[in-house]
C-alpha cells in the first residue's frame, strides 16, 4: 500500500471510529444518492447499522437542493452518502447539528464547515474509489460479517464505471468480496440468452440492432449463432471462434468501438444464491431507483427475497421505456455547433432516464469522440440536465456547465466527462442561449 493510501486508510478509520461513538445514544438520519453506487452505499451502512441495533432512518434522493438541506432534522446525526461535496455552503447554512459526508465527487471547496466530517479521496490525491468502496471501508471494522458487504462494494464500483480501477485500489476489496472475474465480451448480461442482451444493449449501443429484433436475428445469422432447442447461448457460453465472429460483426456496426473497448473483465457476483453479472446486478438498481422506487433497490441489495422479483419486473419495462426514449431522442430535432449538440427532450423522456439516455449516445457512434451531448428533460417545475463527452476524451464538462450555473443559478453536480445539473423550467432559453456560447466560446479557445 502506497504511502498516500495508507494515510486516506487511517483517516477513514479515525472518521469511522468517531461517527460510532457518537451514534451510540443518537439516531442518525442517513441520505444518500439513487444511482447504483448510492443504493450499494446505503446497503452497506444500513446492514452495518442494524446489526449494530441502532438507531436510523433513510432517504434516497436523486440530488441535494438548498431547501431539503434546510429541512433536515437539527437534533440528529446527518450521514450523506455520495453527494454533497458540492453542498458545502448549504450544509453549512443550514446549522445542521453534526455531518458526516462519504462520497467520491468534486468538492466546490476544500475549507469544511465546523461540524463535517468527510471522507472524499479528491483531499487526497484524486485516488479512485466509489462511495461503496470508501462505505465499506468505513464500515468494515464494525460488522462481524463485513466480507458480505465487500460485493456491494464492488457493485457499486462497477456501477459509476470505475472496474478498470480495482486492481489499483490496493484496499482488497475485490479479494475480500467473493467475487468472479472473467474475460469475456463487454456486452451484458453475460448470463443470460445472446439474442435478448443484443436486443436491450445500451452499452455499447449497436445500430441497427439495439431495440431492433430483426437486426438481432440477422446479426446471430451472419455470425453462425444458433438456436439450440429453441434458445440461444449465453455469452459466457460461446466458444472463442464464436466470440471472436460476434466481436467482429458489432466492430463493423459501430466503427467508434475499439475491440480493446469490447472485450475485457466481466464480474460475476453471488445474489439470491445465483451468479449473476455485475453490470446487470447495477441496471435492475438503477431500473428501481430511477422508476421512484429506491426502497426496492436497497430490500434487493440486501438480498430480501420478497423484493426480487418486484425489481426484476421493473428493470424489465425500465428496459422497454429506455429504448423508446433512445428511438425519440435519435429522430429528435437537435440544437448543434462544432463539438457539441443539445438535445431538449422536454416531457418526452423522463428526467430519470436522460442520464442514461447521454450515456449511452456518449458510446455509440453517432458522434466524433471529444463532443459534447447535452441532454434535457423536464420534472415538475424543473430541468434535468446530463451531460456527457463522447469517447470521454476532450474538455471538462463540469466546469463549462459551473460557467452556466454560476449565471442563471441552479444546482450542480458530477466528474470531468459525466456532469449534470438541475434549473428552473422558467430559465430553458436563458440557459441553452448561454450554454451554447459557452461552448462555443471553450472551443475557440481550444
Known amino acids: ?7 486516506f486508510e487511517k483517516e477513514i478509520n479515525a472518521i469511522s471510529e468517531e461517527f460510532f461513538e457518537k451514534i451510540n445514544n443518537q439516531e442518525v438520519c442517513i441520505v444518500s444518492h439513487f444511482d447504483t453506487d448510492g443504493i450499494t452505499s446505503a446497503s452497506i451502512v444500513v446492514s452495518t447499522l442494524k446489526k449494530l441495533d441502532k438507531r436510523f432512518s433513510l432517504k434516497i434522493v436523486k440530488s441535494l437542493n438548498e431547501q431539503f438541506i434546510e429541512e433536515l432534522p437539527k437534533d440528529k446525526i446527518i450521514l450523506f452518502l455520495d453527494l454533497a461535496s458540492g453542498s458545502l455552503r448549504h450544509i453549512e447554512k443550514a446549522k445542521l447539528k453534526e455531518v458526516f459526508i462519504i462520497d467520491h465527487h468534486e468538492l466546490t471547496s476544500k475549507i469544511l464547515p465546523e461540524n463535517v466530517k468527510i471522507i472524499n479521496p479528491h483531499l487526497e490525491g484524486k485516488q479512485k474509489i466509489s462511495a461503496s468502496g470508501l462505505a465499506y471501508l468505513f464500515c468494515k471494522e464494525k460488522n462481524k460479517e463485513y466480507k458480505e458487504l465487500a ?14 480501477e480495482i486492481d489499483f485500489l490496493n484496499h482488497g476489496i475485490l479479494e475480500e468480496s467473493g467475487v468472479q472475474r472473467k474475460r469475456g465480451l463487454l456486452i451484458y448480461p453475460s448470463t443470460r440468452p445472446i439474442n435478448r442482451v443484443l436486443e436491450y444493449s445500451s452499452n455499447p449501443y449497436i445500430p441497427e440492432v439495439t431495440g431492433n429484433i430483426k437486426g438481432v436475428l440477422e446479426l446471430l445469422r ?16 460461446l466458444n472463442e471462434k464464436e466470440m471472436e465472429k460476434l466481436t ?4 463493423l456496426r459501430n466503427a467508434k468501438i475499439k475491440s480493446k473497448e469490447l472485450v475485457g473483465d466481466i464480474f460475476l457476483i453471488k445474489m439470491f444464491n445465483k451468479l449473476e453479472d455485475a453490470r446487470d446486478l447495477s441496471a435492475v438498481i438503477n431500473a428501481c431507483s430511477r422508476s421512484g422506487k429506491p426502497e426496492l433497490a436497497v430490500q434487493y441489495c440486501l438480498e430480501i427475497s420478497a423484493a426480487k422479483k418486484n425489481a426484476e419486473l421493473t428493470h424489465i ?20 455547433g462544432k463539438g457539441f449538440v443539445i438535445i431538449n427532450a422536454r ?7 436522460i442520464g442514461t439516455i447521454a450515456s449511452i449516445i456518449s458510446n455509440s457512434a453517432i458522434y466524433e469522440e471529444g463532443t459534447i451531448i447535452t441532454t434535457m428533460a423536464y420534472f415538475e417545475n424543473k430541468i434535468k440536465v446530463s451531460a456527457r463527452t463522447a469517447g470521454k476524451e476532450g474538455r471538462n464538462i463540469r466546469e ?3 460557467k452556466t450555473i454560476d449565471v442563471i443559478g441552479g444546482e450542480i453536480g458530477g466528474h470531468e466527462h459525466a456532469a449534470g445539473c438541475i434549473i428552473d423550467q422558467e430559465k430553458e432559453n436563458e440557459f441553452i442561449d448561454l450554454l451554447k456560447k459557452n461552448l462555443e466560446v471553450e472551443l475557440v479557445k481550444i
Open 1 to 7: 500500500m502506497k504511502r498516500g493510501e495508507e494515510k
Open 151 to 164: 460485493k456491494l462494494a464492488v457493485l457499486g464500483m462497477i456501477g459509476d464505471c470505475l472496474e478498470k
Open 222 to 237: 451472419e455470425v453462425g449463432i444458433t438456436p439450440e432447442n429453441g434458445k440461444y447461448k449465453s455469452l459466457i457460453e
Open 248 to 251: 467482429t460483426a458489432i466492430l
Open 317 to 336: 419495462k425500465y428496459k422497454q421505456n429506455l429504448i423508446t426514449g433512445l428511438n425519440y431522442i435519435t429522430e429528435t430535432e437537435k440544437i448543434s
Open 347 to 353: 416531457d418526452r423522456v423522463k428526467d430519470t432516464m
Open 400 to 402: 463549462l456547465l459551473s
